[in-house]
């Protein structure tokens, strides 16, 4: 059952298709974008960045570093000071409708109507995407099935768990079978439970082909899921890498550490306050 864009699917014995290559167009690619806000704080001070097709993207930055600025100026909810960004080659100011169809964000807040029914809130996703009837109905069948929502596809919203309405976040954000991905902190607050779940998910959106952009502050979730992690702080791209090469450049053994660098606190490694089990509590 293809959960996305389904540029390598999965094949009936359960294994990826690997006869489509990746485009050579990124997924996303932002050059010099600076985004100053009405009140004179410059968020984004000239980011350049580009993510691959297909690539599982990590964005990593303290409060404040520019994470959910960057998100909104490639989704279209806030518009760029100047720089550009393109999504597969689409202009995300002048070529506005196909970029943002090319996109799928899962917010950090679980902005759902919580009187519409779970099919609804799928259906009506479809619709503002210009999706025919048929092509929605198809398609909220796969995906209620997919993240296990089909036995809740009559109920309202707010009767689903935790657990349900991440899902349905998640699900409501392939509709349109975007190629690119964002999930904004999608395990913010969650047990490890679902944490892991919602891994397993990801990871099987991103095998079927789909481009990923994940912002999250757990930095074992980066390093479990993402292939290549980018570190943001005060407005601007400090390095990129793999954790390993992140943490090489650092001069640190972590991707941790590095982070802590990054932060300005590495009198807070575990190396220094006395071993894992401490700091882990
Ligand atoms: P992050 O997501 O990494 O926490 P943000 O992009 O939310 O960072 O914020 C970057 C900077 O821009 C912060 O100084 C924040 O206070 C400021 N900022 C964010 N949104 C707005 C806004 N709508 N108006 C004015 N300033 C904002």
Redesign the pocket.
Same mark, same amino acid.
């Given at each position: 059952m293809a959960l996305s864009h389904p540029r390598n699917p999965i094949r009936n014995d359960g294994r990826v298709e690997s006869s489509a290559s990746p485009s050579p167009t990124p997924a996303l690619r932002i050059t010099d974008l600076v985004k100053r806000?009405p +009140?004179g704080?410059e @968020?984004l001070k000239g980011v350049s960045l580009e993510i691959p097709d297909g690539e599982f993207f990590g964005l990593l &930055?303290p409060? &404040? @570093? &520019?994470?959910? +600025?960057l998100i909104h100026c490639s989704t279209g909810l806030a518009s760029p000071t100047s720089g550009a960004i393109e999504i597969f080659g689409h202009n995300a100011v002048e070529d506005y409708r196909e970029a943002r169809e090319a996109v799928g964000l899962a917010p950090q807040d679980l902005n759902i109507d919580w009187f519409l029914t779970v099919e609804e809130t799928l259906d009506f996703h479809g619709g503002y995407f210009g999706m025919s009837k048929k092509d929605r109905k198809e398609r909220v069948s796969e995906l209620l099935s997919a993240f296990s929502l089909e036995e809740k596809r009559n109920n309202r919203t707010r009767e689903l768990s935790g657990g349900m309405k991440r899902r349905l976040i998640l699900a409501r954000a392939l509709m349109h079978r975007p190629r690119l991905l964002i999930l904004d902190e999608p395990t913010a607050g969650v047990d490890v439970e679902l944490r892991l779940e919602l891994w397993h998910y990801v990871r099987q959106i991103n095998e079927e082909g789909t481009t990923i952009l994940l912002t999250t502050h757990y930095l074992e979730e980066a390093e479990q899921l993402c292939s290549r992690i980018a570190f943001i702080n005060g &407005?601007q791209i400090i390095d990129q890498g793999t954790s390993g090469e992140l943490a090489q450049r650092f001069g640190v053994g972590s991707l941790e550490d590095a982070y802590l660098e990054l932060v300005g606190r590495k009198e807070l490694s575990r190396a220094h306050v006395g071993g894992d089990a401490e700091a882990d509590q």
């Open positions: 806000y +009140t704080t @968020a &930055g409060n &404040g @570093a &520019g994470k959910s +600025t &407005g």
